[in-house]
């Protein structure tokens, strides 16, 4: 079984598109990650939810807005795709602050 | 220093070789150092989670130390094989989150 989920695995789409990604984990984990790997390769946080409520939102765009319907769920829904916002984008879960497992991640190309 | 950083960024051994690599971390504050394993092509994978300054920490041929007075910790990989090659990633933890550095890219020839 997979631990932690992400679909899609590979989304390609138009400047201008929304588009939405889903994670989900079945480790009943209380925290769940968004991090984008950026062209450098860095693992950069964007949100961390705990127990559904947002904890961590760093500097991104406000065209990112993460969704965590229940614990087991993040899902990352993006306006007005950019080309900057190709990257591959990684869900994590944790208990707590330790260690993160992470989803296969999604590589996300805007053209 | 200010940010997480891992060096070297790559090396290439011969199998068998033994190897180390290094992560530097802010000291104040600490909470916690962990380390992963991220092989091309699929997700980071954990293999140790230090709190305590002295920590050492073991799977198999891989082993891990930490010193948070100085804000270092050292991966060992002993007897290095083909499949061991991986970037290697350090993250300091605090209450909320963790920091990654940028890694090392190991490549263990046969």
Known sequence: DTAVSQTPKYLVTQMGNDKSIKCEQNLG?????WYKQDSKKFLKIMFSYNNKELIINETVPNRFSPKSPDKAHLNLHINSLELGDS????CASSQGVYQQYFGPGTRLTVT | ?????QSPQSLHVQEG?????????PSSNFYALHWYRWETAKSPEA???????????KKGRISATLNTKEGYSYLYIKGSQPEDSATYLCARGSARQLTFGSGTQLTVLP
Request: glycine residues 2%; hydrophobic residues 40%; negative net charge.
């Open chain 1, 29 to 33: 984990h209380d925290t769940m990650y």
């Open chain 1, 87 to 90: 990257a591959v984008y990684f």
């Open chain 2, 1 to 5: 220093i200010l940010n997480v950083e």
């Open chain 2, 17 to 25: 070789d033994s190897t180390n690599f290094t992560c530097s971390f």
């Open chain 2, 47 to 57: 293999l140790f989670v230090m709190t305590l300054n002295g920590d050492e920490k």
